[in-house]
């Protein structure tokens, strides 16, 4: 059996989501390092493969490892993600169980009130089942 990362178990997952409303061709994903983890990996690979946008997030490395950084470092990355939104058209903010944390707050106040830019949230994607 061939290998596929948009298999038909990913794309069921995800099939009651309409990524066909994000219209930007770059999109940083926002969202808790906790309850989002494996929601950045998912839609990462579906919107890159299926829609082909260019997605990004702050760090990988503080995605799988934040409880290994120092305040300091912590604080870093969260600057840096702020000058990564201005090469943005739009963000997609991971709200798993509506949880917005108070960096992803931060970063979509940044994007709509300095960049003027959209942004979307995954819990207003979900399509009510007929």
Do not use: P
């Not at 969202?31 to 493969?49: C, D, P, V, W």
């Not at 290994?68 to 798993?96: G, M, T």
């Amino acid at each position: 059996m061939e290998k596929k990362r948009l298999n038909d178990r990913l794309l069921k997952e995800f099939e009651n989501y309409d990524f066909l409303s994000i219209k930007e061709a770059k999109i940083f994903l926002v969202g808790s390092n906790t309850r989002a983890q494996e929601y950045f990996f998912k839609i990462e690979s579906i919107l890159q493969i299926k829609y082909k946008k260019l997605v990004s997030i702050c760090s990988l490395d503080g995605l799988l490892h934040k409880e290994q950084f120092s305040i300091e470092e912590w604080e870093i990355l969260q600057l840096i993600a702020l000058k990564k939104l201005e090469n943005h058209d739009a963000i997609l903010v991971l709200d798993v169980g509506n949880y917005i944390g108070d960096h992803s707050r931060e970063e979509i106040e940044y994007f709509v009130n300095v960049l003027k830019r959209n942004v979307y949230y995954l819990s207003k994607l979900h399509k009510l089942e007929k």
